[in-house]
């Protein structure tokens, strides 16, 4: 197919509702018109012309400094950096992923006291018991069934959000929180408290899959990557502050109070969505195209919006037609029978969601302080005397997660997916070792720091890279079954790894991390044979190096060559000028001062260990150890 003059009806509603320029100002380089054609929808190896040449493809500038009448810069917003609103709104966005935090996190620390009556003996007071006395294996279901729950609302949460709209869905979404917290906080039975970690579920699953399109579909080409793993910070912070939380709340009958806190932590959120605008993405695919412009200038403000409106009306419009036309259905993508095969693909995505719960770091994430209380020996005294040495110890487990989300957000697209993968995965085996170690020969100092590290470098890579994947490496059309489909192996390995890990602890002892040294060796081995690099390439560049059955696609005896793609499809070039200059001031004075700027990203894992460590000793110092 060429490209014509003619403008298809995508091209006339975009111009109808682009915002003029000034005519004053000096014209903007013509773009290179990627076409998409609707055929591509289905499966077919997409076609691309070009309006331009490579050579003016190579020297468009997207930094005009002067601006219009009204203030707006002609940048094209489309490549723009992360700017204070369009982080405030996915902060706003990403609370229900803090909550998601909490649910996970708020049963950890109080687990003894609420189903061992560690506080004393059962109780009535008010009608509420202070404690709920079950076995392990009862108590590990209980836990279980929030990942179970979460299951559920990931299936629905994709039709949700495409009929109500990213932000309407999650107001919705945090009814699931607050009935899930007053059934908690009011329970007096295993089948209430049973319900109540199932309806909170729902919640967590609403929240996993939307908040992350949410912040995807308003994110731009520079600020993906940070934004991809934002979801899991949120997460961890949520979970790091249930912790803290719980240090003063794990009495009875104060951990009723614990439960209630994700109400109103959903009601606050209520509230701050109706400041937030509404994802670009979802706006142009129902036609609310003045609205789209508006929320569009918010999110970019001070850019130049109109060819980035260009893309997002033509885009809905090539969906429209396409929709017309049969699409693959997921067996059909699982299979290879489209016209792209993608089986590599699809398996790279759903081992990756596997592996970031077969990992053993949710085990640790919800059973630390138990796990830390034997390898303690704490005694039935020792644990009413809270805030006991395992407790202090899961709350810097916590943070220190954080942390490492943070650092490997951001050096994400300086070393890749990959070599990030990796790093974390092997690292995540040897600290699983050295927790096996010191659990057989009751080195108790080597088990909590080994713990500390294996948060520390699982949360930096594997934790949160598989949120990534999937949109980096699927197109369009197989992207939202095949990312459903791995939301709930996600969540269904969630809940088996969450119901399994307090019966193995009793079975295995001090082997129990044994079973997770295998599975993490084998992520280490997927990475290292298996694993595609999207770094710096769009989703099409990555499905043409890719496409094909499952194989070995890298390694030491691998020979890759790029694909070879028109000049129109590849990222513009950013000019050097004064808008870069602060993006780019660490790296220009690291390469005049001779500094290697990998390698000090590298060496930030090995001051965040040094952390870890120091946290390690504080907790041993407050608890008097």
């Known amino acids: 197919m060429v490209a014509t003059d003619t403008p298809d009806n995508g091209s006339q509603r975009a111009e109808a509702h682009s915002p003029p320029r000034n005519p004053a100002l000096p014209a903007q380089p013509t773009r290179p018109v990627s076409i998409y054609h609707a055929s591509d929808a289905i499966g077919s190896t997409p076609s691309f012309t070009s309006t331009t040449s490579a050579n003016e493809a190579k020297i468009r500038d997207f930094d005009i400094a002067e601006g219009d009448e009204r203030g707006i810069s002609h940048t094209d917003s489309r490549y723009s950096h992360m700017n204070r609103w369009l982080f405030l709104f996915a902060t706003t966005a990403s609370i229900s992923s803090i909550n998601y935090g909490w649910v996970l996190g708020s049963v950890n620390v109080p687990a003894l006291v609420i189903e061992e009556c560690a506080d004393g003996p059962e109780t009535w007071t008010n009608g509420f018991p202070s404690c709920i006395p079950m076995s392990n294996i009862m108590w590990g279901l209980v836990v279980a069934l929030t990942p179970l729950g979460a299951w559920a609302g990931s299936l ?73 793993g ?75 919006i109109s060819l980035e409106f260009d893309d997002l009306v033509t885009a809905a419009d090539s969906n429209t037609k396409g929709a017309e036309m049969p699409h693959p259905t997921m067996w059909q993508v699982l299979s290879g029978k489209t016209e792209v095969d993608l089986r590599h693909l699809v398996f790279c995505a759903l081992f990756l969601m596997l592996s970031q719960q077969w990992s053993g770091a949710k085990g640790v994430m919800f059973y630390s302080t138990e796990i830390l209380s034997d390898v303690f020996d704490l005694s039935e005294d020792d644990v009413k005397k809270i805030p006991t040495i395992a407790q202090l110890l899961t709350l810097g487990i916590g943070g220190i997660g954080a942390v490492a989300v943070f650092i490997g957000m951001n050096i994400l697209d300086k070393i ?19 927790i096996v170690v010191g659990s057989v020969l ?56 969450s119901f399994l890990f307090p019966i193995l602890d009793k079975a295995l002892e001090g082997y129990l991390f044994v079973p997770f040294i295998v599975t993490n060796f084998t992520t280490f081995l997927f990475g290292l044979f298996m694993m595609p690099e999207a770094k710096g390439k769009s989703v099409m560049e990555v499905v043409q190096e890719y496409q094909g059955p499952v194989r070995i696609v890298a390694g030491p005896f691998v020979k890759r060559k790029d694909p070879e793609l028109p000049p129109a499809f590849s990222a513009p070039k950013i000019g050097d000028n004064s808008r870069d200059t602060a993006q780019h001031i660490v790296p220009n004075l690291a390469k005049k001062l001779g500094v290697d700027i990998n390698k000090a990203e590298i060496s930030l894992y090995k001051v965040v260990i040094a952390l870890g460590l120091v946290a390690s000793a504080a907790a041993y110092a407050l608890a008097g150890v």
């Open 156 to 228: 629905l949460s994709g039709l949700a959000a495409d009929r109500f709209g990213r932000k309407r869905t999650l107001m919705y979404n945090n009814v699931f929180f607050v009935a899930g917290a007053l059934l908690l906080c009011t329970s007096t039975t295993i089948a209430q408290m049973s319900i109540g970690r199932f309806v909170a579920g729902i919640g967590c699953g609403f929240a996993a899959n939307v908040v992350s399109t949410y912040c995807s579909e308003a994110s731009t080409v520079r600020s993906r990557g940070f934004l991809g």
């Open 230 to 304: 934002f979801q899991q910070l949120m997460i961890l912070t949520g979970v790091f502050t249930s912790q803290v939380v719980s240090i003063g709340l794990s009495k009875s009958p104060l951990w009723r109070v614990l439960f209630s806190v994700s109400a109103a932590i959903a009601i606050g959120q209520t509230l701050l969505l109706f400041l937030i605008p509404e994802s670009p993405k979802f706006l142009a695919s129902v036609g609310r195209l003045d609205e789209l412009r508006s929320v569009l200038q918010r999110l970019r403000k001070g850019l130049d």
């Open 442 to 497: 009751e080195v108790s100092t080597l088990v909590a720091t080994a713990m500390y590290l294996f948060n520390l470098v699982f949360q930096a890579g594997v934790g949160f890279i598989p949120y990534l994947c999937a949109s980096e490496m699927l197109p369009y059309y197989a992207l939202g079954s095949i990312s459903g489909l791995a939301t709930s192996v996600n969540c269904l390995t969630l809940f088996i790894v």
């Open 416 to 434: 890749g997916r990959r070599s990030v993968l990796l790093f974390s995965s092997l690292a995540t085996t040897i600290c699983a070792v050295l």
